[in-house]
């Protein structure tokens, strides 16, 4: 929880911050949907479910925005004349796609949601909420592998740009976006290897995130701070 109010005020002194305000804006909604995300992955683990049911995966299409975004930032703060263009909101589809296909369970009562939620904590998935879930875990991890490798060419090829004119400023966004970039591939090589466990995560009584998933994604957060 502490993670996802760090977030979101870092990602409010981007949206103010009057330097390269394309590519802090798109920082900050990084920021923002990881803020999300965690916070609504500390609302499952306190097993907070049946008190505010309408908050219930609110979490689950998020990751689909990390490597995107991560991307887009990377794009735009390479290429300071660049603009937001309709082809930047292509890269958001795959996380609309979930979103559409989840909202039969986002539109639920409040009494069916609760129902659903100690079914999948028993063990009995729906099939549809199963194929669900498995369909966007492969899209999540191909999400992340394709975009940590797309990050990471722009990068080197900034770096790559940047020995004809070598500035101050320059070596700082590069340094930057290397981190970035390696920690990007971190997290999506710890998912990698853990692919059975996120395609098929076990059902615990302490709710359906389980605080090894939070710390990898508090450790992306902790970098972007």
Known sequence: LLGAAQALL???ALVVRPVNRTANRVL???LLTM????GNGAYHAADLVARWPFFFRWGHPLPLLFGPLVYLYARFATEATRRVGWRDGVHLLPALAVIAWSLPVYLLPAAEKLALYD???AGNVPPEVAQNIAVS???KLCSGVVYSALTVRVTLAHR????ARYSTLDRITLDWLLTLAVTSVLVWGIAVLALPWIIHPPVRPAGLFPKRRLFVLQCFQ???G
């Open 10 to 12: 870092l990602a409010v």
């Open 28 to 30: 900050a909604l990084l």
């Open 35 to 38: 803020a999300v995300y965690l």
């Open 119 to 121: 079914a999948i904590r």
């Open 137 to 139: 875990g492969w899209l």
């Open 160 to 163: 790559r740009a940047i020995r």
């Open 222 to 224: 902790w970098v972007l």
